[in-house]
């Protein structure tokens, strides 16, 4: 035998390890078994949509909370100046903003509606961030006014806040949004002012100069689910240049860098296999990578560390309860029977379609925006010891893209049962399209472990409520 023979590492793909791991899984064998998601908090999956009805958005308050805590002591624990402000796009329901708001989060915003959102749940001026390539020039109004911090886009945008506060006794503060090559592609461009070509020194010198702005943040948001941390130290590092520039050629101390967000969920795009715990690294590394910059500076030269982080804090909150409503292709139940199967399987390859079993779900692509990137996770509610076999699924929408996985392995499934989709709390409530049917309703399992409605279902009205019909067009004018 080979004296250098290195025994291969048997996988964990399944979370096991063991000499029976390897025989779960293999090229020729899919095995017996399944992740499966039984209860949320503490609460039977199929209680819930017994419950709630299906689909059914669900969070865990609990989750939510552990996340914040989470990252903010694997900041603060090297860099206590840190502060956070909750992305609102990630997903606005008042309640979830609240869990944040409530753990000392501000808001960060990107549009006139998310501005006055934040205002609604009582968060003030001060206590806003406002980004976005586009803020409408009432609302830049209101919230000088108010005195949240505008992070500044575009040369036109400065220009107009020029216009606006130029009659003002004292400054604002602002911040500039930077776009740098830290290493990530694509760089994500569109927004703000370009570092490496000068652009962004030149348009601080301008505010610096201008006795009615104040320079208050440096901002840069590299993309979202960066995976190496070592891009967030050069990040940070090419801020601090910036910094440091100003600082000596134009006497002016910038107070608060800010890196945006990024910082993955446990997930997966698709293309990538394995367990998400294989790419994503914990969040203290991104916190050694960032907070190992800012603490080369000398102590009274720190600058504030800013977040708006969206996705790590609630995409693993985030559930998307949904139900088997047929079964397609050759394992319909109502027609097993050797012949019927062996029939259809022959008629699909005739037609050169591969022969699979297709499970229809009540939850189409509609509500799950993240899915034409992230592998969503399908987990039955109910543990089955039986065979995986690959299956599609089909969402409800009378659309042929329509399709929520295409190919994912599971056990045989029924009309009834339940899947859990996971994680699903980013973006996926916020983009969610009405299309044809109703949006469904929202629970988040509170800390006392109670469900409570944060969103209901949609009726017909919360759809028509905007449409105006004009006379001559009113059914009774057709008479
Ligand atoms: C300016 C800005 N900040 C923060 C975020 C939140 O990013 P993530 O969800 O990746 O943490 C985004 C999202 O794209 C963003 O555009």
Known sequence: MNQNYIPPEISNELGRFGP???ADRNLYSRGMTTKTLIEIDGIPVTDLVKRFGSPLFVFSEARLREKAHHLRDAFRSSYPK????????TNYLSAICQVFHQEGWMAEVVSDFEYQKARKLGIPGEKIVFNGPHKPRAILEQAIAE??????DNWDELCLIEELVSERDQPIEVGIRVWLDAGIRPIWSKFGFCLESGEAGRVASRIVNNPKLSLHTLHTHIGTYILDPAAYAVAARKLVGLREQIRVELKHLVTCLNLGGGFPSLSLLHGMVGDPEQYVPPIERYADAITTVLNELPTKLRPELRFETGRYLVDEAGYLLTSVVAVKGVRHPVMTGGEWALRDYKEQLILG???????????GVNLLYTGAWYQIKVLPAEARNLPLSPVRLYGPLCMAIDVVRYNVDLPPLNVGDVLALHPVGAYNVTQAMQFITYRPPVVLIDTAGKPQIIRRREVLADIEGPECLPDSLRPEASS
């Open 82 to 89: 840190t502060t956070f402000a909750w992305s609102y796009k």
């Open 20 to 22: 029976t791991a390897a």
């Open 147 to 152: 005195g949240a911090l505008i992070q500044i």
């Open 353 to 363: 379609e591969e022969s699979k079993t297709s499970y229809l779900i009540d939850a």
